[in-house]
């Protein structure tokens, strides 16, 4: 079974920063991309980077400058370093995995359980 869960949300004053962390766990033969969303009350989950095992990143326009996803191949681990942030940033950010377990011969999407972040005022 595949286990994605995440760590380092909270609560930060507009300008502040706060690193999320999410490591996969379990029966995993390989990881393709991995990712962080986002949902704020009322809006549909978005997409707010994503980077591929080789490293190709890619951003959402609203946190470009101010965002960085990177990950650790070795620890199946995939972070989000957020700075400058703002309170439209306020949601809980889920991570995601594009994985093929050890006993599946497919690629399939697994999502964490979310972390809540908020930005204050």
């Known amino acids: 079974q595949v286990q994605l869960v995440e760590s380092g949300g909270g609560l930060v004053q507009a300008g502040g920063s706060l690193r999320l962390s999410c490591a996969a766990s379990?029966?995993?033969?390989?990881?393709?991309?991995m990712a962080w969303f986002r949902q704020a009350p009322q809006k549909q989950r978005e997409l707010v980077a994503s980077i591929t095992s080789g490293g190709t990143t890619n951003y959402r326009d609203s946190v470009k400058g101010r965002f960085t996803i990177s990950r650790d191949n070795a620890k199946n681990t995939v972070y989000l370093q957020m700075n400058n942030m703002k309170p439209d940033d306020t949601a809980v950010y889920y991570c995601?995995?594009?994985?093929?377990?050890?006993?599946?011969?497919?690629?399939?999407?697994?999502y964490g359980q979310g972390t809540q972040v908020t930005v204050s005022f």
């Open positions: 995601h995995a594009f994985l093929q377990s050890s006993t599946s011969s497919t690629f399939l999407n697994y």
């Open positions: 379990g029966s995993i033969f390989s990881i393709n991309t």
